[in-house]
């Protein structure tokens, strides 16, 4: 099983759509989470962190489920230049006790017109 | 203007030959690492460094080197081990140790297409 797991989709979806992603993690001690935005041929640039509580920044919603080990992100109204990949990213503890991200493979996003 | 700078942005090389990728930040951070990224997967870490003169293997460490021995750099060299070099390498740091977890910042990225 990987650590951390993504639907790849893609999802297209219309303008102004709700569209939402999860994301599995199997470390049950993970203690950070993230989302991450890559737009084509791009470097990986930080959406977002995930908090336990659940945290929102315009369009943009993240929620963090420990019981079931599972994140999800969630885009309200989309627009043209939501489109993009959306990576999502776990701290896990390495075989050198320092910790590390695991980034899943990410979901594809288009938002079409 | 603070940031992570990579260079060069693309690079070709010969079956044979050993590559140096170059990673630069000034963002006074203390942890940098070097990841590769295929097509349709996640990024893998090929090795990271907590502070000046340290770094640890990461997932693929083989056919790679690296050093530290400033703050501000951390060059990737690709040898000729490496058995699938062609792929998109970038390099991240973090404020504080890498045992913090803390977000990562990216760098735009060099791909490496080997002929």
């Known amino acids: 099983r990987k650590e951390v797991e993504q639907d790849p989709g893609p999802f297209n979806v219309p303008e102004g759509a709700t569209v939402a992603f999860n994301c599995t993690y199997s470390?049950?001690?993970?203690?950070?989470f993230f989302w991450y935005r890559q737009d084509c041929r791009k470097e990986p640039k930080l959406l977002m962190s995930?908090?336990?509580s659940g945290n929102e920044d315009g369009r943009f919603t993240a929620q963090l489920n420990r019981a079931s080990q599972y994140i999800s992100l969630l885009i309200r109204d989309s627009k043209l230049s939501d489109s993009a990949t959306y990576l999502c990213?776990?701290?896990?503890?390495?075989?050198?006790?320092?910790?590390?991200?695991?980034f899943g493979s990410g979901t594809q996003l288009t938002v079409l017109p | 203007d603070g940031g992570i700078t990579q260079s060069p942005k693309y690079l070709f090389r010969k079956e044979g030959q050993n590559v140096t990728l170059s990673c630069e930040q000034n963002?006074?951070?203390?942890?940098m690492y070097w990841y590769r990224q295929d097509p349709g997967q996640g990024l893998r870490l090929i090795y990271y460094?907590?502070?000046?003169?340290?770094?640890q293997k990461g997932d693929i460490a083989e056919g790679y080197s690296v050093s530290r021995e400033k703050k501000e750099s951390f060059p990737l060299t690709v040898t000729s081990a490496q058995k699938n070099p062609t792929a998109f390498y970038l390099c991240?740091?973090?404020?504080?140790?890498?045992?913090?977890?803390?977000?990562?910042?990216f760098g735009p990225g060099t791909r490496l297409t080997v002929l």
């Open positions: 470390n049950s001690a993970s203690q950070s």
């Open positions: 991240a740091s973090s404020i504080g140790s890498a045992r913090l977890g803390n977000e990562q910042f």
């Open positions: 995930v908090y336990s």
């Open positions: 460094s907590q502070i000046v003169n340290d770094f």
């Open positions: 990213v776990v701290n896990s503890i390495s075989s050198g006790s320092a910790r590390q991200l695991t």
């Open positions: 963002l006074n951070h203390d942890a």
